[in-house]
């Protein structure tokens, strides 16, 4: 009967011990879940400036394209005025 006694006992300290811990479990989750709705929030806002920035990048990428083409023909240029003027001068 004893031992019966002490295993009950035993097990009412492991349920009051539980059940503090679940009131304190219960006391963090709203501020868990409060701090996570904004993490997601930034998530998307990230996502969101991400996807802009992506944009920007290859607006730039066919800036820097058309402007090396550009110079390419700027270069040729250059280079036929320097042929006829070479061949001027002699």
Known sequence: ??????NINCLQIDFEESTKQL????GILP??????DMLWERVKQCSEENMLLSAE?????????????????KEGQITIL???LG????
């Open 87 to 90: 061949n001027k001068l002699f």
């Open 57 to 73: 990048d290859n607006i730039l990428k066919k800036k820097i394209e058309a402007l090396e083409e550009d110079l390419l023909s």
């Open 31 to 36: 501020k868990v879940s409060g701090e996570r």
């Open 23 to 26: 009131t304190i479990m219960k």
């Open 1 to 6: 009967m004893l031992k019966k006694d002490e």
């Open 82 to 84: 320097k042929d006829s």
